[in-house]
């Protein structure tokens, strides 16, 4: 027969929040209960979490779902950082947490003083919306603690429903049930904040958009000019000051430099590299695949791959570089080159991975690739012997093109220093000519063309079927002329070296944004309750908060962080209070 779940109602006192103190003892934690207590009306306090009579792994479940008190609040520091939740009664408690700050990035937790769950434990989470899933917990040794890794993508539906609703069931032998009440609030500011633990974030650059809808420049100026804590590009900088700050704001986060160079050499001699090919035709693919990432800690580890051709990429896991754009921590490995940018540590790194590499135009391709690392202490760049493979790339097969249009009347000319191309402007159409002999790149319809700050890129506006209006840009690639990304925008800015481009529009007041990494195909955007949007592409994380406010007062904040670097790139459109 099933032991009887007891449900006590408490009728003369208020749970205050609770801080989930796991290694506390018994006095420390009464004494941290009682300062929470609070006179007025109680809610169901679950009981009997000692479990002796319960059989190990034994599922047990409630007689009814009654919504608990209790609150989402911080953590205590001596549990790590992030937000919790917790049942009491009397000396026992019972708490789920979501932290980071234990040295194994961001997870699950479950801290208890009573019971036993065993080693392996798996728990079943179910809210009142009805959402369920699984997660398998392991115990860490010598505590009442049992944890499961977070993943971001795996877990976004389990971090999306535990922001709504007002309770949730977690099933681990024992169904506890636990408020949401602050939920929201609290899971935010801890994915936010864990997202790049070990690292001071700085402060962000802030980017104005230009009047006809782009900004050649990047349009950078510095949001907060003498805070010796701001690690952005400030108006007066150059590449070495840049530099300089950043490696300077990292050298407390750093560890010994022989213990960290002695983990660098190990990834050198652990991680592989090949190449699926080494000869294609123009527009194909060549596939990239790494493996032996064995890094545990938070060290600024990558692997760089690099083409002296100009290529673009396609995949997860890196994000890409133009060449002489500046490398994480200033690292300069193939700086002339465009790279791809593995990072071997965090929250999103991987034990292996793979990626491709379309190869763009006919010649000879030559793939590199190193395992780099930056000591922090003492400013030093570890970089492995580089390794290079050549890859012949031939000519594409000729495509049939079919010209509906009348022949370009040509209105204006438009060049770049930096482009190997111009663009011939007509009154609806424009053509991608080479500037050395003329040859016809591509031909497309559009509306006032643009070189992106590079000048590799070149954006025009379209007429949008759904508005009728020049409220559509399309990016094409001026190497081979192709349309690689199109958004439904009022404006479109460039930012630092053509890395990424956002393009935003005012919709019922408020305003929305879309960024994208024009050197690497496709990508993904996870909404979280409509109001904050992790976008990954490429693994650099773009945090979007999104206000619509009365009288069609809004402003919106675009913060792109790197994992490698403190910095941090930045729109920002306020109006008025």
Not at 148 to 163: D, I, K, V
Not at 294 to 306: F, G, H, R, S, W
Not at 517 to 546: A, D, H, K, N
Not at 568 to 575: A, N, S
Request: with cysteine; aromatic share 10%; proline share 4%.
């Amino acid at each position: 027969m099933r032991p009887i779940v007891i449900v006590l109602v408490a009728i003369s006192f208020l749970f205050a929040p609770f801080h989930g103190l796991a290694h506390a003892e018994s006095k420390r934690l009464k004494r941290a209960i009682g300062i929470g207590l609070a006179t007025g009306i109680g809610a169901a306090i679950l009981h009997d979490l000692s479990r002796k009579d319960r059989t190990r792994g034994q599922r047990q479940h409630l007689a009814g779902s009654v919504a608990p008190a209790g609150k989402w609040q911080a953590l205590a520091p001596l549990n790590g950082d992030g937000a919790t939740v917790c049942n009491t009664d009397g000396d026992a408690y019972a708490c789920f947490a979501l932290r980071c700050g234990k040295g194994r990035g961001i997870e699950f937790a479950f801290l208890f003083n009573r019971g036993d769950y065993g080693d392996n434990p798996r728990a079943t989470i179910t809210t009142d919306k009805g959402y369920t899933e699984t997660l398998q917990f392991s115990a860490v040794d010598r505590t009442h603690e049992l944890v499961s890794p977070f993943e971001t993508n795996t877990h976004a539906g389990l971090t999306a429903a535990l922001q709504q609703g007002n309770f949730f069931t977690f099933d681990i032998g024992f169904n506890h049930v636990f408020s949401l009440k602050g939920s929201g609030r609290e899971i935010e500011r801890t994915l936010e904040l864990c997202e790049s633990e070990g690292f001071d974030p700085g402060e962000p650059v802030v980017v104005q958009q230009g009047t006809q809808g782009l900004d050649g420049t990047g349009g950078v100026r510095q949001a907060k000019a003498e805070d010796p804590r701001d690690l952005s590009w400030r108006r007066d900088d150059t590449e070495e000051s840049y530099v300089a700050r950043i490696r300077a704001a990292a050298v407390s986060y750093g560890g010994p430099c022989d213990e960290e160079q002695a983990v660098f050499e190990r990834l050198q001699r652990d991680i592989k590299v090949a190449i699926d090919r080494t000869e294609v035709r123009a527009g194909d693919f060549v596939t990239v695949n790494w493996s032996g990432n064995t890094l545990d800690q938070l060290l600024p580890a990558y692997l760089v791959v690099a083409t002296d051709a100009p290529v673009r990429f396609k995949g997860e896991g890196f994000y890409a570089l133009m060449p002489n754009a500046i490398g994480p921590f200033g690292i300069e490995t193939f700086k002339d080159r465009t790279r791809a940018i593995v990072p071997l540590f965090g929250l999103h790194s991987s034990k292996s991975g793979t990626f491709q590499v379309r190869q763009l135009i006919a010649g000879t391709s030559n793939i590199e690739w190193s395992v780099v690392g930056f000591a922090r202490q003492c400013k030093d760049v570890h970089a492995g012997a580089p390794t290079a493979k050549a890859v012949s790339v031939r000519t594409a097969l000729p495509e049939i093109v079919t010209e509906t249009s009348d022949e370009l009347e040509i209105v204006r000319v438009l060049d770049h220093p930096e482009s190997t191309v111009r663009i011939l402007i007509g009154e609806k159409h424009f053509h991608i000519v080479e500037k050395t002999t003329g040859a016809l790149i591509a031909t497309h319809e559009g509306f006032d063309p643009a070189f992106s700050f590079t000048g590799r890129f070149v954006v025009a506006e379209k007429i949008n079927s759904f508005t009728n209006e020049n409220s559509e840009f399309v990016v094409y690639d001026n190497i081979d002329g192709r349309k690689i990304y199109s958004v439904l925008a009022n404006t479109l800015s460039w930012i630092k070296k053509d890395l990424f481009l956002v393009g935003s529009s005012l919709i019922d007041g408020g305003l929305s944004a879309t960024p994208t990494l024009p050197l690497v195909e496709g990508g993904r955007i996870i909404l979280y309750m409509g109001r904050r949007v992790f976008t990954e592409i490429s693994r650099m994380v773009i945090i979007l908060r999104y206000w619509n406010m009365r009288n069609s007062r809004s402003y919106l904040t675009l913060k792109a962080e790197y994992f490698e670097t403190h910095l941090k790139l930045g729109v920002q459109l306020p109006t008025e209070p």
